[in-house]
């Protein structure tokens, strides 16, 4: 049974027809890595009938914040959430020298959540404690644990989840892809010398590459080992 999902009305959501695409994917967290970038596309090798969907945080911290934002507007099939790291761009709290207002403009453009089916994808997660429709825009873009001051502690929203909409996200640096029948994590941190990876949405299977180099240090106790989950 679809479960089509209901977010407040002050968050932009985009709502799409899965029927209207040969293949969907879905890939975790870029940071301005377009070689990374460039080396998926090649392998997911997506024509204009497959949709290519960005979990966001698209630019800050790698290289090339610029050239994954052109890269990205140049397909009208390529599309993306806005992350917490877009988020900071727009509200003018961090800047990328490389980038213009039109690309801030852009950035502001982009939806909190894009959804198919019973399929939402967001950059930061869900808390199931409560409506979708009572979050904010913070908490879509920036949750992760679910205990008091959040941070990178148990429980995580997406091990405790179990419940439709399936919530595909990124935000939380992953050792690896973290997936179940009600949550999809796919941060694995290209930036940080860790792979970039996508969900075949039809194959129901992730795919990823290495990245060339690794452009930021991250402390262990910041990358998350997910529990496994048995997916129904």
Same mark, same amino acid.
């Given at each position: 049974?679809?479960?089509?999902?209901?977010?407040?009305d002050?968050?932009t959501?985009? @709502?799409?027809?899965?029927?209207?695409?040969?293949?969907?994917?879905?890939?975790?967290?870029? &940071?301005?890595?377009r070689?990374?970038?460039?080396?998926?596309?090649d392998?997911?090798?997506?024509?204009? /009938?497959?949709?290519?969907?960005?979990?966001?945080?698209?630019? @800050?911290?790698g290289p090339?914040?610029?050239?994954? =934002?052109?890269?990205?507007?140049?397909?009208p099939?390529?599309?993306?959430? @806005?992350?917490?790291?877009?988020?900071?761009l727009?509200?003018g &709290?961090?800047s990328v020298?490389? =980038?213009?207002?039109e690309?801030?403009?852009y950035?502001?453009?982009?939806?909190?959540a894009?959804s198919?089916?019973?399929?939402?994808v967001?950059?930061g997660?869900v808390?199931h404690?409560?409506?979708?429709?009572?979050?904010?825009?913070?908490e879509?873009?920036?949750l992760r644990?679910?205990?008091?001051?959040g941070?990178y502690? @148990?429980?995580?929203?997406?091990?405790?989840? &179990?419940?439709?909409?399936r919530?595909?996200?990124g935000?939380t640096v992953?050792?690896?892809?973290?997936?179940s029948?009600?949550a999809?994590?796919?941060?694995t #941190?290209?930036?940080?010398? #860790?792979?970039l %990876? *996508?969900?075949?949405y039809? *194959? !129901?299977?992730?795919?990823?590459? /290495?990245?060339?180099? %690794?452009y930021? /240090?991250?402390?262990?106790?910041?990358?998350v !080992?997910?529990? %496994?989950?048995?997916? /129904?």
């Open positions: 049974m679809e479960h089509s999902p209901t977010l407040g002050d968050l959501h985009r @709502r799409i027809d899965s029927d209207d695409w040969t293949e969907i994917y879905v890939v975790g967290d870029v &940071h301005g890595c070689r990374s970038l460039e080396r998926l596309l392998v997911l090798s997506p024509d204009r /009938e497959d949709l290519v969907v960005f979990v966001g945080d698209l630019v @800050r911290k090339d914040s610029k050239g994954v =934002l052109d890269l990205v507007r140049s397909r099939n390529l599309q993306a959430v @806005r992350g917490n790291n877009e988020q900071k727009v509200d &709290h961090k020298d490389s =980038l213009n207002n690309d801030t403009a950035l502001d453009s982009l939806p909190v894009l198919w089916d019973d399929t939402l967001v950059h997660g808390d404690r409560k409506p979708l429709a009572e979050h904010s825009v913070a879509l873009m920036t644990s679910m205990a008091p001051g941070g502690e @148990r429980p995580y929203w997406f091990e405790e989840r &179990h419940e439709r909409p919530v595909f996200f935000h992953l050792s690896e892809p973290f997936e029948e009600f999809v994590g796919l941060d #941190g290209c930036v940080y010398g #860790g792979a %990876t *996508a969900y075949d039809r *194959a !129901e299977e992730t795919l990823s590459v /290495e990245p060339p180099e %690794t930021r /240090e991250r402390s262990a106790d910041s990358i !080992e997910p529990q %496994t989950v048995t997916v /129904e």
